[in-house]
């Protein structure tokens, strides 16, 4: 538990300190399983349209994903000028393909970044975007402002 605690606490780290130049993922890339492949992912910023305050994603790995595999999404974002991160982590259900994440209660300045990453036995499998982290604006008049990695 010490371990994953960690590897979350480095993909935060890692998240805030890399805010551009964000690329998309490449697919086969994953030093894990295949469930930990990240293929593709979409994600919304969601202020003035319900849910709101919300970042919800909904991210493809190239297999089930596995129970022992964690599945993390990365909010960072500023209040007030202060750094901000938010990370929800969700294991595997053995099942399906796809995860689904609702971060509640981000109250941006103003963008926000998102990226999501695999990890297991102590170590990062994958994470998308390959570098950095995909920027989305608030969602406006809109729907909520969206993006994919």
Known sequence: MKRIAAALLLIGA?????????????????????????????????????????????????????????YVLVVTYTVAGQPKVKVQSVKGDGSSDLISFQVNNVAADGNVCVATYTAGAGQIYDGSPNAGCAELGPDGSGGGGSGTF
């Open 14 to 70: 890692m998240a805030l300190a890399v805010t551009a130049g964000a690329s998309a993922d490449t697919v086969g890339d994953s030093s894990g399983p295949a469930c930990s492949d990240i293929l593709t992912g979409g994600a919304s910023y969601n202020v003035e349209n319900p849910p709101f305050n919300t970042v919800t994603a909904t991210v493809q790995y190239a297999g089930a994903t596995c129970r022992n595999v964690h």
